[in-house]
C-alpha cells in the first residue's frame, strides 16, 4: 500500500471522529422543531377577578372615627409621622391606663401614676386627695371594668408633631367613703356606680416615650 493511500485513509478517519465529536455536543435536528419561546409569552394573560386597589381607607382609623373627618385626619397625620402607631393599640393601652389612675386616685396613691399625668391633672387630682384626708376621709373602690371606649376627638399639630386624642369612657365601679370613724357617708360596698369621663391625651409623635400623658379630664 503506497503511502498517500495510508495518508488519505488516516485523513478520512480523522474526518469520521470530528463530525461524530460535534454531533454530541450540538446535537442533531430531525424533523420540524418549534421555535424558541420569546420572553415575552404574547398570549392573553387570564383576567383577574378582584382589583388591588391602592390607598384605599386604614380600616385601623376609620373602625373608630368618621372617615374624613377632622378627627380621622388628625390620626392619619399622627400614622404620617410615626409610622408605627396604630390607633387600635393605643386604646388597648389607654383602656389599662385608665383603670390604673382611676384607682390611684381613689386610693391616694397618686406617685405610682405620676409620669403619666401632666403637671395640671396631678396637680389637680394631689389637690383633691389632700382635701379628703384633711376631712379624715378614706375611700373602698373596686374597679369592674369598662362598658364603653371610643375616641371622641383627636387633633395633631403638624409642626409641632403633637398628638391629642380624647377618648370617652363608661365604667363601672363600687366605692364606698368612709370617715375617721369608719362609717359609710358616701357610696355603697355592693352599688354599682356608672362613671362616665372623657379624658384627652396627649404625646410627642415619633418620641422614643412610648408614653400618653393625661393632660386634661372631663365629661
Known amino acids: 500500500m503506497s503511502s498517500s493511500l495510508i495518508q488519505l485513509l488516516v485523513l478520512a478517519g480523522i474526518a469520521v471522529f470530528l463530525i461524530i465529536k460535534l454531533k454530541s455536543v450540538l446535537g442533531t435536528r430531525e424533523g420540524f422543531e418549534k421555535p424558541p419561546v420569546p420572553l415575552e409569552d404574547p398570549r392573553p394573560r ?6 388591588v386597589i391602592e390607598g384605599g381607607p386604614d380600616r385601623d382609623i376609620i373602625d373608630h372615627v368618621t372617615d374624613g373627618s377632622p378627627s380621622a385626619k388628625a390620626l392619619a397625620g399622627m400614622k404620617m409621622a410615626e409610622p408605627g402607631f396604630s390607633v387600635s393599640e393605643f386604646l388597648t393601652g389607654a383602656r389599662g391606663a385608665y383603670e ?11 406617685e405610682q401614676i405620676r409620669p403619666f399625668l401632666s403637671a395640671e391633672v396631678f396637680e389637680s387630682f394631689e389637690d383633691a386627695v389632700n382635701a ?34 380624647a377618648v370617652r369612657f363608661v365604667g363601672e365601679l363600687t366605692s364606698v367613703v368612709r370617715n375617721r370613724e369608719g362609717q359609710v357617708v358616701e357610696g355603697s360596698p355592693t352599688e354599682i356606680k356608672r362613671q362616665r369621663d372623657v379624658w384627652t391625651f396627649e404625646r410627642h409623635m415619633g ?4 408614653n400618653w400623658q393625661l393632660v386634661a379630664t372631663g365629661e
Open 46 to 51: 387570564p383576567r383577574r377577578e378582584f382589583e
Open 100 to 110: 390604673m389612675i382611676v384607682m390611684a386616685f381613689e386610693k391616694g396613691e397618686l
Open 132 to 165: 379628703r384626708e384633711a376631712e379624715g376621709l378614706s375611700v373602698e373602690a373596686n374597679f369592674l371594668g369598662l362598658r364603653e371606649i371610643d375616641i371622641h376627638e383627636a387633633s395633631f399639630e403638624r409642626d409641632s408633631r403633637i398628638g391629642q386624642i
Open 207 to 210: 418620641a422614643n416615650d412610648p
